[in-house]
Every structure is written in C-alpha cells, then in structure tokens.
C-alpha cells in the first residue's frame, strides 16, 4: 500500500525488522522528559520485549493476539514510522474495556471481530503507540494512521483501536476522526522524598500509621525481601516466579497470558530492565513481583504467591517499588490496571488515553454516546478521589 510519499507495509513477526531500526523509532536517544511524555524508555514497546511475547507463543494464532505490525517507508526504503499492531479475535488483555459495545453490536447483527488493536498484549502502561523517526519527513504521523485504517479494511475488522497511548498522541487520533476515551489508574509520583520515611511524613497520621503496621505485619518475623536484576535474576527464580504467576492468574483470570518460556526470553535480552522482588522465607520463596523499568518509572506487572498473607501483597507490589523508585530516584511507580485500594497507600489517580475508529456510522454514534456519559462518571470519580488522598493538608512534613 502506497500513501502519498510513504509505502506501508504489515508483517506478521518482528523478526522480519532489524532490531536497531525498531528501536530506533520506539526509543529513540535523546529524548527530553517534555519529548518523552513522561517516560525516555519505555520497556514495553521495545524489540526486546515484542519479540518476547512472539517467540514464547504468549501472542500467536491460537492466542486470539495475531501480531500484524504496520511499518511505514520514505521513498529511500528507510524505515520511518511503525505500530504495533494486532488482529484480535476476543477482547480479553486489554484493560480498556470494549465488551459491551460488542454485545451490542452483534445483537444488532454486527460483527465485532476481528478488530484491529494497536496496543502492548497484557500490559495497561502508557507508551508511544505511533512510532514516527524524529527526523521523518512531514507527514509521516498522519501516512501512519491512513495505514492503520488501510489494515483495518483489509482485514475487514469492524474497528481500530489505539491504548494506552500517550496524550499527544491520542490528541492527533482524536483530529484525524477517532473517538477519544479517558480512563484513570493510580500512580505513586516521587516528590523528590529523601527515604520511605520521608514520604511517610507527607501523609496523614492515621495513613501513616497504617502503612506502618501493614509493613510489619506483611513480614512478621519470618519473612524477608530479595530485590533481583539483571544477572542476579537466575533460573530458578523465573522458576519460582513462574509458579507463583501461574498459581494466582489461573485464580484471578482463569487462563494465564504468558508462557514460562516468555520469562526465560525476557531474561536472556532485557533482565537489566527487570526488578523482581521476591517474599523468602529461610531458603525458600513464597511470594514475588515483576516489575519492569523505564528510565523515568517503574512498572508492576504480575504478583503471585503461594501462600496467604496478609498485607504480603501490598509490601511485594506496592511499598517496596515505592522504596526502590525513591532510593534510585524514578519519578514515579505504575501498579497496573484498577485498584482504589492503592489510594490509601500513597498513590493518585492518573489519566490513561485511548482513540478508536469504527467502520460502521452507527457503532460510531452509539459508542461517542456511551463515552460522553463515560467521561463523566471518571470525571466525578477522580475529583472523589482527589479529595480522599492521605496526603496531609497542610503540606508539612512531620515524624513520630
């Protein structure tokens, strides 16, 4: 496919893209923290990980997740723009939730699937979506999205769908004729504080206190931590992660998304870009988290134990990756998807951003409805949010 000055084109493998060339685009060097939209390396939209997910068969056919990446080139065959992108046939790990505006629309006789996702599978972190050279000629954002719509006809999708992309983004979607959707997660954001203490002291006594107790309760006197990167990260403990991942996903979900060979992948291209923090009693672990690491941020991804605890969770997911960010001066925690309950530990809510563009007029003017009362209700929740943070009023710092 041919758009003005720039020739499209849809692979089923990022095997099929130099390495460098990828990233080149997803993290390009140099960028400014303004530039960036809060994060100069995202960990998650790297060739690294990408192909993680493919070669472990985390994505694939049989998945629902087929990869179909939409790269863009200039006249001289170089590679200027990029997406990655999916034809999915369900809509399960995603986290920005369309399900009910495919039962509706196949109960008017539609067919919602295949769509097309642009998107990081299983992952609800913000991160450039549209991938476009810093130095691409004019144009070449706009010849992307004409390319994303191109593959949404081709593969005869009833729908285009861009998350978690950075709000600059969203906005340029928003002008090109996409419908624009809001969500909120909760973010811990590190206002330089010295230590864990220090941050402590900006909340309200009875907050304060709470964390407190739940710090020593999660451990007792039995239980410590193990903080894991790069080459201190062996097999056995992606062993042991694996069975705790599989243990509580297959819980809470009902069909864990990534496969053990997944870990194993991540951990032989980009284990200097994990954090494991691991629950170990005596010489055995019992609980873990993974995150993974930006320049700017930390990312939690999965928790899993195999054992009840508790406040273990929140010490595993929450308080030590607020330790760490403070100790290694990050700007900030994500702790995934939902979760008010991580408003009494010191985080607040932040926007998230979608844009989604739909082949038929009448899904379009149900779902802009349904998404103009949807703003709302956030709208509403956020400033109840915003209101309840432990946060002490008088901006004063205090210790006990």
Known sequence: MTTARYKARFIPSLDQVDAGEWDALANPPGLTPEEAEGERYNPFISSAFLLALERSKSVGARTGWTPLYTLLDDPDGRLVAAAPSYVKMHSMGEYVFDFGWAQAYENAGGRYYPKIQVAVPFTPATGRRLLVARDAPEGARESLIAALRALRQAAEASSLHVTFGTKAETRALEGAGFAPRVGEQFHFLNENYRDFDDFLAALSSRKRKTIKRERRDALGDDLSIDLLRGADIKPEHWDRFFAF???????????????????????????????????????????????????????????????????????????????????????????????????????????????????????????????SREKVAIDEAVADYEAGLPFRRDGAAQSE
């Not at 032989?268 to 993974?290: C, K, Q, S, Y």
């Not at 990312?299 to 508790?310: H, K, S």
């Not at 030590?320 to 990050?330: L, M």
């Open 245 to 371: 991942y599989m243990d509580t996903s297959g819980r809470k979900w009902g069909r864990p998304y990534l496969t053990r060979d997944f870990f194993h992948q991540i951990g032989a291209t980009m284990a200097e870009r994990v954090l494991l923090v691991m629950a170990r009693r005596g010489d055995e672990h019992i609980a873990g988290a993974i995150n993974f690491l930006g320049d700017d941020a930390i990312y939690g991804r999965n928790w899993g134990a195999l054992e009840e605890r508790p406040f273990l969770h929140f010490e595993v997911c929450y308080y030590q990756a607020i330790e760490y960010a403070i100790r290694h001066g990050y700007q900030r925690v994500e702790a995934g998807a939902q979760g008010e309950h991580k408003l009494a530990r010191g985080y607040r809510p932040a926007p998230t951003h979608s844009a989604h563009d739909f082949a038929d007029a009448r899904l379009r003017t149900a779902v802009d409805e349904f998404l």
